[in-house]
């Protein structure tokens, strides 16, 4: 049974695999909109970081996302209002020569991404990526200052990390989910039903003191580099943070980081943990 309620400390003695199955971790905040900041910006902070960041995109703008509680998460009254924008609804993003390191930036979210492309590179662990985030927002931040821009006003905190369960080990099809997942079960009431062909399976669960929640979801897909379909475990821990300060922004994702590693060793099973190779929590 899953209680993530009840641990003591997210972060102290964390589970640790030396061959997990992540292949992309996201550190990202969402604040409310920079005014001001326009599509002239994308490019001038282009500049600023094009030589670690040579290639860029344009992709479509990312929606709000917050964890509300109570009189917060009440329904609110629609109301509609018409003004002239100051940023285009775009969202920028920023990749290095290896394409493993993404920034994304539009004029309400800061996010980097780490992923696996080949398939081959090593996952570099959470110690190597926060000081990655912390380096680039810092630098971010001055951009701002320079521009005589505002610093932003931070609403929430998202960590995220994404999983591909291969259908090899333990694991060979898609009926074989409840040897990966701890809190699946395929047994049915009667004798009717086939060996599922699909599954998919989402999870919510409110973090210690609502400082956020952990959302957990499997479901299978179409690998991109390989055309392999595996099962997605995606855990998602997201929240506001004390104040938009850096040393509070990076203490949440010490807590966003600590609630995913454990719950994921919650939610998957001891014979997934031998086959990742769990080695002695840190």
């Known amino acids: 049974m899953i209680q993530l309620g009840r641990m003591e400390s997210p972060l102290s003695g964390l589970p640790d695999f030396e061959n997990p199955p992540v292949v992309e971790t996201v550190l990202g905040v969402q604040f409310t909109a920079v005014k001001g900041f326009t599509l002239l910006h994308y490019g001038l902070y ?11 995109q344009i992709v479509p703008p990312l929606g709000s996302a917050s964890e509300e509680f109570g009189a917060e998460a009440k329904p609110r009254a629609i109301q509609f209002s018409m003004e002239i924008a100051d940023a285009p609804e ?6 290095d020569d290896s394409q493993n390191h993404l920034f994304q930036v539009q004029n309400d979210r800061f996010i980097h991404n780490w992923r696996k492309v080949t398939g081959d590179e090593k996952y570099p662990h959470y110690e190597h990526i926060r000081p990655k985030f912390k380096e680039e927002w810092v630098g971010f931040c001055e951009f701002l200052d320079k521009q005589k821009l505002s610093r932003p006003d931070i609403n929430q905190c998202e960590v995220t990390y994404v999983n591909h369960i291969e259908l090899e080990g333990p694991v060979k099809t898609f009926s074989d989910l409840p040897k990966a997942i701890s809190g ?7 004798r009717f039903l086939p060996n599922p062909e699909k599954v ?10 609502k400082k956020g929640r952990l959302h957990i979801t499997v479901q299978p897909v179409i690998r991109s580099r390989d055309g392999k379909e595996v ?11 004390a104040s938009s300060q850096l040393n509070d922004v990076l203490e949440w994702f010490d807590l966003g980081r600590g609630w ?13 943990h031998t086959f990742w190779r769990r ?3 840190r």
């Not at 282009?46 to 860029?56: F, S």
């Not at 995913?260 to 997934?272: A, K, L, S």
Request: proline fraction near 5%; charge should be positive; aromatic fraction near 16%.
């Open 46 to 56: 282009w500049e600023k970081i094009r030589g670690q960041y040579p290639n860029a």
């Open 90 to 95: 775009v969202r920028c993003w920023f990749i």
């Open 184 to 190: 699946w079960s395929d047994a049915s009431s009667g």
């Open 200 to 209: 998919t399976f989402k999870a919510a669960y409110v973090m210690s003191e």
């Open 231 to 241: 099962f997605q475990l995606n855990l998602t821990a997201r929240g506001k943070p």
């Open 260 to 272: 995913i590693v454990r719950g994921f060793t919650d939610f998957t099973t001891p014979e997934m």
């Open 279 to 281: 080695t002695h929590d």
